[in-house]
T-cell receptor, first 115, second 119 residues
Framework: ETGVTQSPTHLIKTRGQQVTLRCSSQ?????VSWYQQALGQGPQFIFQ???????GRGNFPPRFSGLQFPNYSSELNVNALELDDSALYLC??????????????FGAGSRLTVL | AQKITQTQPGMFVQEKEAVTLDCTYD???????LFWYKQPSSGEMIFLIY??????QNATEGRYSLNFQKARKSANLVISASQLGDSAMYFC????????????????FGTGTQLKVEL
């Protein structure tokens, strides 16, 4: 089975621009979560989509938005980029979010640099 | 609020030795899950081991075991027989119970421990 794939792997943007990051979930998974990992820090939860609906959000401004498609792949959009948005963005997929030992399978991330 | 504390920014261990990575957590919920992930320099987070708050026994997965002490709110990872390929960043994380804000899969991570395995 294929794992979680993310694109692009690296990208450079300037302040004020917009970016779209993409994620293909692991086969059979219907839930996608996005995390931001700043340098030297642990990942922080941005939001989660379950069967195309957002059902959880962390403490991030509305500039961060997302989408999940019928095939359960997902996009993360960030508008009006700021320097502090420079980070590794991790996508994780999983099964039904309410099940017990539900393990998140992470992709390798998209490293965003904002100049 | 949920909190994970990893107090060891970096650890060194000799190949074939065992090493313990510390993790303490704070939560007021009786139901929670604890995870350990490994992050090599490539960036991908690799799942290692899971412990549920109601599990009676400590979790084990091959060379990984979790020393779960509920009263002390600690969930230390023990790696036995360290290998050079174990050199990576290790994160402890806690999953909150399902709620409207996190949707059931929200993980709160610690700041990580950088492990270096030496010959």
């Amino acid at each position: 089975e294929t794992g979680v794939t993310q694109s692009p792997t690296h990208l450079i943007k300037t302040r004020g621009q917009q970016v779209t990051l993409r994620c293909s979930s692991q086969s059979g998974h219907n839930t996608v979560s996005w995390y931001q990992q700043a340098l030297g820090q642990g990942p922080q939860f941005i939001f989660q989509y379950y069967r195309e609906e957002k059902n959880g959000r962390g403490n991030f401004p509305p500039r961060f938005s997302g989408l999940q498609f019928p095939n359960y792949s997902s996009e993360l959009n960030v508008n009006a980029l700021e320097l502090d948005d420079s980070a590794l963005y991790l996508c994780a997929s999983s099964l039904d979010p309410e099940s017990g030992a539900n393990v998140l399978t992470f992709g390798a991330g998209s490293r965003l640099t904002v100049l | 609020a949920q909190k994970i504390t990893q107090t060891q920014p970096g650890m060194f261990v000799q190949e074939k030795e065992a090493v313990t990575l510390d993790c303490t957590y704070d939560t007021s919920d009786p139901s929670y899950g604890l995870f350990w992930y490994k992050q090599p320099s490539s960036g991908e987070m690799i799942f290692l081991i899971y412990q549920g708050s109601y599990d009676q026994q400590n979790a084990t997965e091959g060379r990984y075991s979790l020393n779960f002490q509920k009263a002390r709110k600690s969930a230390n990872l023990v790696i036995s027989a360290s290998q050079l390929g174990d050199s990576a960043m290790y994160f402890c994380a806690m999953r909150e119970p399902y709620d409207i804000t996190g949707g059931g899969n929200k993980l709160t991570f610690g700041t990580g421990t950088q492990l270096k395995v030496e010959l």
